[in-house]
């Protein structure tokens, strides 16, 4: 037995130096082997990849041996990027739309699978489609693969729906090629509160290039918009190809633009351009409330992509052409419910500017400026054609004139309420307000607002995706755990809880006091203690 110990442990440290070693060729060696199984992780001082030890049990004649594999998770990180390029690729083709986009999932489960997987709302979308789209795009790439369906079932269990796709398909070069078994299944509760069903791709040994192709077919399917707004994207591309009269050279827009950002600058005014490194800050980044996003969608995004569809509305159903697109919007709910993150969400989805313009960049000592300064600030967006203005705490110079109410506010409120709704108005821009005080508002103010959208504290289930996405490497029940804890908590405070963790678990790593290199759920529940014991969450 004492030499049966001694055997694993050198075996062990035979694993980390075959792992450690720069001139061993890992990367192809669990393939040659024809197996994946999950096990002991071992962790590499030398940057050469991610990379797992397994030890298979092998029972012969009675004795325990040991056999060394080592694998890299290259093939998830491959399938991961091919997917996220082709759903880059889909929100540029189907443009701002009813539904947002899911984000999609890669990891091992039970050690010896591949998993990919994505939401999918039940409530839009037909599931037999999606799997048909699926099994579609299986059979169009089956040539040469050697793909061929074992089995496709349905049932249900527990009010809980099942439909499944058994797979398998050759993998490896012709002489060498091994048959993998995969499962592709879609599976939820039908409710109509919330999506809650999920595709499921598993896979054995391999992710092929059909099981992506497929994977995308699927994903294609649950989320392309219907007929209607595709018809309708058509018609906008064909109108915005119509020549238009009296168009100012790109050297004087140009020009024009440059001067009006200066001067919004130096009146204190910041802009923020859309940038294409910020591609994906789409509504998956703001988690939760899914009718706050669907009521902005259909008022707002809309509204702006497509104007010349409301103006064509407009002309069929008024005896005067007038336009219908909004003009002002307004936020309310607590500090830290995500107002700011919608704002820059609109602005990054449509691509166009936000100028986001703080109070302290309007007030004036001198009598008359303010109001000048803040008309101003709205010509000069109207530069940049369309635009947004983003008005934070607009309680402070929107204030009921019923109440006792500083002259120069009065001012202020007269010229902002022209600047929405007069002959000074512009369609082109757009102004987005935020407060957590509804009620002090100008009753002229709000009878103004296109849309008024609250954001209330977020619900558990909105608690848990906050907690996912600031601290993926804990579990549900962890991430369920830590939502339970924080109830009544914003999500800026669950931001501020996850960095404040991250900051303590570095500390003990410096100090030695820590070997894992993530946080733990222990460490997270710390710091939502010490936080609310300081009045800070």
């Known amino acids: 037995m004492n030499f049966l110990k001694r055997s694993q442990s050198n075996l062990l440290a035979f694993g980390k130096n075959f792992i450690n070693s720069k001139r061993t060729p890992y990367n192809n060696f669990l393939r040659l082997q024809g197996l994946r199984t999950p096990a002991l992780k071992v962790n590499s001082t030398q940057n050469v990849g991610r990379a797992v030890f397994l030890p298979l049990l092998m029972t012969y004649a009675g004795y325990t041996t040991y056999k060394a594999y080592c694998i890299e998770d290259d093939v998830l990180k491959a399938a991961k990027n091919r997917i996220d390029d082709a759903i880059y690729k889909m929100k540029k083709e189907f443009g701002t739309q009813m539904m947002s986009f899911p984000n999609v999932t890669a990891e091992m489960k039970g050690g010896d699978k591949y998993t990919v997987e994505f939401l999918i709302d039940q409530r839009k979308c037909d599931m037999l489609s999606v799997l048909g789209a699926a099994l579609g795009s299986f059979e169009k790439n089956k040539e040469g693969s050697g793909f061929k369906v074992l089995n496709f079932t349905a049932y249900q269990r527990d009010n809980i729906t099942t439909i499944q796709l058994e797979f398998e398909e050759q993998v490896g070069d012709k002489k060498r090629h091994r048959i993998a078994k995969g499962t592709m299944y879609i599976t939820g509760e039908n409710t109509m509160d919330r999506p809650n069903f999920r595709l499921i791709l598993e896979k054995s040994l391999d992710i092929s290039e059909a099981d992506i192709q497929a994977f ?182 929107a204030g009921s004139r019923d109440r006792d109410l500083h002259e120069a506010s009065r001012r202020i409120l007269s010229t902002l309420l022209r600047k929405i709704d007069s002959f000074e108005s512009s369609t082109d821009v757009l102004l987005v307000c935020a407060t957590n005080r509804k009620q002090d508002l100008d009753s002229a103010m709000l009878s103004r607002i296109d849309l008024s959208v609250k954001f209330e504290m977020p619900d558990s289930q909105s608690r848990v995706a906050i907690y996912q996405r600031y601290a993926k490497q804990l579990d549900l029940k962890e991430l369920q755990a830590l939502a339970k804890a924080s109830d009544g908590l914003s999500g800026r405070n669950i931001s501020d809880i996850c960095k404040d963790a991250e900051r303590r678990w570095a500390s003990k790593l410096i100090r030695k006091e820590a070997t894992d290199k993530l946080p733990t759920v222990e460490q997270y529940l710390e710091s939502l203690k010490n936080r609310k014991m300081q009045n800070l969450a």
């Open 216 to 397: 995308i077919a699927a994903y294609r399917e649950a989320n392309r918009p219907n007929n209607f707004v595709l018809q309708r994207r058509q018609f906008v591309q064909q109108t915005q190809t119509l020549p238009e009269k009296n168009v100012e050279t790109e050297e004087d827009s140009t020009k024009n633009r440059l001067e009006a950002r200066k001067k919004l600058e130096e009146m204190g005014v910041t802009i923020f351009f859309p940038e294409a490194s910020q591609r994906n800050l789409d509504w998956d980044y703001l988690a939760g409330y899914e009718k706050q996003k669907r009521d902005i969608e259909d008022t707002v995004l809309l509204a702006l992509s497509y104007p010349q569809i409301y103006d064509e509305i407009t002309k069929g159903t008024r005896m005067k052409e007038e336009p219908n697109r909004p003009k002002a919007v307004l936020f309310e709910g607590p500090p830290g419910t995500g107002k700011t993150t919608s704002a820059k969400i609109i602005a990054q989805q449509v691509n166009i500017p936000l100028i986001y313009m703080p109070i302290e960049s309007i007030m004036s000592k001198w009598y008359g400026e303010a109001e000048k300064r803040f008309a101003d600030i709205f010509d000069a967006c109207k530069v940049f054609g369309k635009a947004i203005i983003f008005i934070d705490e607009i309680d402070a110079i």
